[in-house]
C-alpha cells in the first residue's frame, strides 16, 4: 500500500476507483485507519468504499496517529488533521475533491472545507462524532491516561502499548500515541525521554482544544455558517454520535441537506444510492490520482 511524507509525517493512503476525487477522513476515533471504512460497526454493513469508488476516485488513508501513519508528539489540533489531508491531495496533484467524514472524520471534513474551500466540492457527514456524553468519554479517557503515566511513568505506557493490541479507546493507558509507538521505533525511544510535567502539560493541552463542547468537536458555529460547500448530513445515535450533533451542523450549516433517516434506516440499499445522488448533483472536475498512487507503490 502507497505512503505519501505529509509534513515529515508518514501517511499510508489507497485510492479505488475512477472519477472525480473523493477524500474520505476515516471512522474511529483515536485509531482513525483507513481499513475502518470496511470493519468498524456499520460501515463494514454499508460497504461505502465498494458503492461510492464505483463513480469516484476514492481517497482513504490512515490519520496521522493511527494505523500505519506516522506521528509527533505534540499538541495536535483539528487544523492538523485537516492539513494532512491536504497536503494528501498536494500530493495526488489533486486541485478540489469532495469530502466526506466518518465519525470524528466529519469534524476533520467540517475544518478541511473551512481551512481549504477553494480546494473542498461538497460534504459528506456522516454520523458525526459528538454530543455531551461523547465529551464526558473523552475526558474520562485522558485521565486515565494521565494517571496511568504519574503512576508508572512513559516507559510503562511504551512497555503496555506493545504488550497489546488495544488501542486508546479500549484501554486508555496506552494514550494516543500508541500506534506510532507501536510502528516507530525513534518516537518510541524519544517518547520515553520526555519529562513527565511537559508531558502531561501537552497531553492537557491537547484535550482542551480537541474536547471543549457538548456537540460536534472542532469547527466553530460562527465559521461552519459562513461555510459555502454543500453538506448531506447523516445522523447517528448513540453515546458518541448524538442525533443532537448532526442537528447542530444543520443548524450551522447554510447549504445542508439533513437526511432525517433513523441509523435502522440506514442500510447498504438505501445510504450509497442516497450519498452518490448527493455528489453526483455538485459539478466537481475529473482528476487522475492512480498514476502518484502507482508511483508511490513502485518507489
Not at 506510532?180 to 508531558?199: C, K, L, M, P, S
Request: hydrophobic residues 40%; negative net charge.
Amino acid at each position: 500500500m502507497p505512503t505519501a511524507d505529509i509534513d515529515g509525517i508518514r501517511t499510508r493512503y489507497e485510492v479505488e476507483g475512477d472519477g472525480p476525487p473523493l477524500l474520505m477522513f476515516s471512522p474511529g476515533g483515536f485509531d482513525a485507519n483507513l481499513g475502518n471504512w470496511r470493519s468498524l460497526g456499520a460501515y463494514r454493513r454499508l460497504r461505502l468504499v465498494e458503492h461510492l469508488s464505483g463513480r469516484y476516485a476514492c481517497i482513504t488513508f490512515d490519520r496521522r496517529e493511527s494505523g500505519q501513519s506516522g506521528g509527533r508528539l505534540e499538541r495536535v489540533t483539528w487544523a492538523d488533521y485537516a492539513a494532512q489531508g491536504r497536503g494528501l491531495l498536494d500530493h495526488l496533484d489533486v486541485e478540489r475533491a469532495h469530502v466526506m467524514g466518518g465519525c470524528v472524520g466529519c469534524s476533520i471534513a467540517s475544518v478541511f472545507a473551512l481551512a481549504y474551500p477553494s480546494r473542498t466540492g461538497a460534504m459528506v457527514l456522516f454520523s458525526p462524532a459528538g454530543g455531551a456524553r461523547y465529551r464526558m468519554k473523552q475526558h474520562e479517557r485522558f485521565a486515565q491516561h494521565l494517571a496511568y503515566v504519574e503512576a508508572h511513568g512513559l516507559h510503562e505506557v511504551v512497555s503496555l502499548a506493545r504488550s497489546s493490541e488495544a488501542g486508546f479507546s479500549k484501554d486508555p493507558r496506552v494514550g494516543p500515541w500508541v500506534t506510532v509507538i507501536r510502528t516507530d521505533e525513534g518516537f518510541a525511544q524519544r517518547y520515553t525521554q520526555e519529562d513527565v510535567e511537559r508531558y502531561r502539560n501537552l497531553v492537557t493541552g491537547l484535550l482542551r482544544v480537541m474536547f471543549d463542547r457538548d456537540t460536534v468537536p472542532g469547527p466553530e458555529p460562527e465559521d461552519l455558517m459562513r461555510c459555502d460547500a454543500p453538506a448531506l448530513i447523516v445522523p447517528g445515535e448513540d453515546s458518541s454520535h448524538a442525533t443532537s450533533a448532526a442537528r447542530y451542523l444543520q443548524e450551522c450549516l447554510p447549504r445542508a441537506e439533513y437526511w432525517d433517516v433513523p441509523v435502522e434506516g440506514q442500510t447498504e440499499e438505501t445510504v450509497p444510492p442516497r450519498i452518490l445522488a448527493f455528489l453526483d448533483g455538485v459539478d466537481l472536475p475529473s482528476a487522475t490520482v492512480a498514476a502518484a498512487a502507482s508511483a508511490d507503490v513502485d518507489a
